[in-house]
């Protein structure tokens, strides 16, 4: 069973940079497609980003496009959210996630496939 611990959120201004982090464990790791969803007050949780499993294919919401990158690393079975030029639209509690199951992004799948979700890490982006 694949756990998954999330690291990095706080509070930060509009136009700052924050990095999070998020460690899996319990799966073999770069078989594992990882994605990075969010979920603000009062809305649904929406999707932010994806990573193929052994990394080179990404996706991104369209509005984080250009400002967010995901990336990871196998070799300490982690994996990132690097944003940057943040906007208080972007305040919300990210989670990490994985689709163990396949080393694939599963596009058209709810929720990409991800089966394996972290508790979250809280942005908060003042203007």
């Known amino acids: 069973q694949v756990q998954l611990v999330e690291s990095g959120g706080g509070l930060v201004q509009a136009g700052d940079s924050l990095r999070l982090s998020c460690v899996s464990s319990?799966?073999?790791?770069?078989?594992?497609?990882m994605g990075w969803f969010r979920q603000a007050p009062g809305k649904v949780r929406e999707f932010v980003a994806a990573i193929k499993g052994t990394g080179g294919f990404t996706l991104y919401k369209d509005s984080v496009k250009g400002r967010f990158t995901i990336s990871r690393d196998n070799a300490e079975n982690t994996m990132y959210l690097q944003m940057s030029s943040l906007k208080a639209e972007d305040t919300a509690v990210y989670y990490c996630?994985?689709?163990?199951?396949?080393?694939?992004?599963?596009?058209?799948?709810?929720?990409?496939?991800?089966?394996?979700w972290g508790k979250g890490t809280v942005v908060i982006v003042s203007s």
């Open positions: 996630a994985a689709d163990p199951s396949s080393r694939y992004i599963r596009v058209g799948v709810p929720d990409y496939g991800m089966s394996s």
């Open positions: 319990g799966g073999t790791f770069a078989e594992t497609a």
